[in-house]
C-alpha cells in the first residue's frame, strides 16, 4: 500500500470534563471549587482544542462569545468582578450560565467571589484552580488538546531516528524494514515502532509513535519478536520522533528495468503526502549486495546537509558547469587530472 494511500482515522469529537482532569491533575496542580455532584465532570463535553477568556462576556457583550470551549479566569477577569457589587456580579454571571459551559479555569491561584461560586454551582458548571500562570495553563490545555483531537493514521512501514533525524522505512510486507531497522540499532541508532506507526499530524508537523501494544518490539521474520529495549539499552529506543525523510524500499531483480520514480542525481527533490503534509522521499531499489543500513545513515547526513545549506547535487552540478566554462576551446577529455597530479610520481 503506497504512503499516499493511508486514510485518517475518525477523530475524536469530544473528550469529557473527568478525562482532562484525570490528564492534566498533576500538570496543572489543579484543585476542584465548589461543584454540585462529581457526575457534572462526567456529563460536561470539551468539544473544541481552542480555549476562551470571557473578559466582554462577563461585560455584557455575547456577540462573539464561545461558550462551548474552555473558559479561563485569569487576573483581569477576576479583578473585574471583585469591583463589581453584589447584584451586579449576580447578573454578570447570569450572562454567562445561560450557556451550556464545559468548564472554567481559575489561573494565578484566584478565586471566585462566593455570590459567583454559589450561582456557578446551581447552573452545573465545574470550576478549577491553578496557582499555575495564565498564559502557561492555557499552553499545557492547548497542547493536550491538540494530540487528543489531532489528525492520525496507522502506518505499516518501520520508524527510526537516525542521526536525530526521522526516517520512515516503507516498502512491501517482507521486504526487509524490520532487518534494516535492527541493523540500525545495532550501529547506535534509535527505535521508535516497528511494523505498525502511529502517524499523528500536529500543525504541518507529523509525529511518529509506537501504539501501547507494539513499543520497543520488532519481529523478525524466521527468528520472531525481539524486545529491543531488554537488549540494547534505554538508548536504543525513543517514544516519538517528528517525521522528517520517507524511504521508501522497492526489488529489483537483475535484468530488470530500473523502477519509476527512482532519483539518479538528486537534484529532483520528491515528496509525498501523508494527512496533506508533503514530506521528501527517497525512492530506492534494492537487490541483494546493497548496503541498506549505510545508505540509510547517508540519507539521514545528507538531509542534515541541505538543512544547513549544502546541496551536493547542486554543487556537482556547478562543479561541471565551472569546468565547462574553464575548459572551453580546449582539447581534453572530460575529467582530464592533467592539472591536479602534474609532477606527482607517488
Known sequence: MKL?????????????????????????????????????????????????????????????????????????????????????????????????????????????????????????????????????????????????????????????????????????????????????????????????????????????SPTEINKHFIEIRGMGIVDVFSMFGIRSVRYQKRVEVVLELSTWKQGDPEPDGVNRTGLQHQTVSLLGVELPVIRLPIRPGKNLTVIAEVIAMNYLLRHYGYDAAEAFQDQIRKYKLNRAGRNEMPGSAVDYFEGDIE
Open 4 to 208: 499516499e494511500d493511508y486514510k485518517p482515522i475518525p477523530a475524536r469529537d469530544h473528550i469529557t470534563v473527568e478525562d482532562l482532569l484525570v490528564r492534566m491533575e498533576k500538570k496543572l496542580q489543579m484543585q476542584i471549587e465548589k461543584c454540585t455532584s462529581p457526575v457534572t465532570f462526567e456529563n460536561k463535553r470539551v468539544v473544541d482544542m481552542d480555549l476562551h477568556r470571557p473578559g466582554l462576556a462577563l461585560a455584557g457583550y455575547l456577540d462573539l462569545f464561545t461558550h462551548h470551549r474552555i473558559q479561563i479566569i485569569g487576573n483581569t477577569e477576576c479583578r473585574y468582578l471583585e469591583k463589581l457589587n453584589h447584584t451586579e456580579q449576580q447578573a454578570s454571571i447570569d450572562t454567562l450560565c445561560k450557556f451550556d459551559i464545559p468548564l472554567m479555569i481559575l489561573t494565578n491561584g484566584n478565586s471566585l467571589p462566593d455570590a459567583v461560586t454559589e450561582q456557578l454551582d446551581r447552573h452545573t458548571i465545574p470550576v478549577i484552580r491553578t496557582p499555575m500562570e495564565t498564559t502557561q495553563c492555557m499552553f499545557l490545555i492547548r497542547d493536550l488538546l491538540e494530540d487528543y483531537f489531532a489528525m492520525q493514521t496507522i502506518v505499516h512501514a518501520s520508524m527510526m531516528d537516525v542521526y536525530g533525524i526521522g526516517i520512515l522505512i516503507t516498502g512491501s510486507s517482507g521486504i526487509g524494514k524490520s532487518e534494516i531497522a535492527l541493523d540500525l540499532i545495532e550501529r547506535g541508532q534509535r527505535l521508535v515502532a516497528d511494523d505498525v506507526v502511529m502517524i499523528t499530524r500536529k500543525g504541518a508537523t507529523l509525529m511518529a
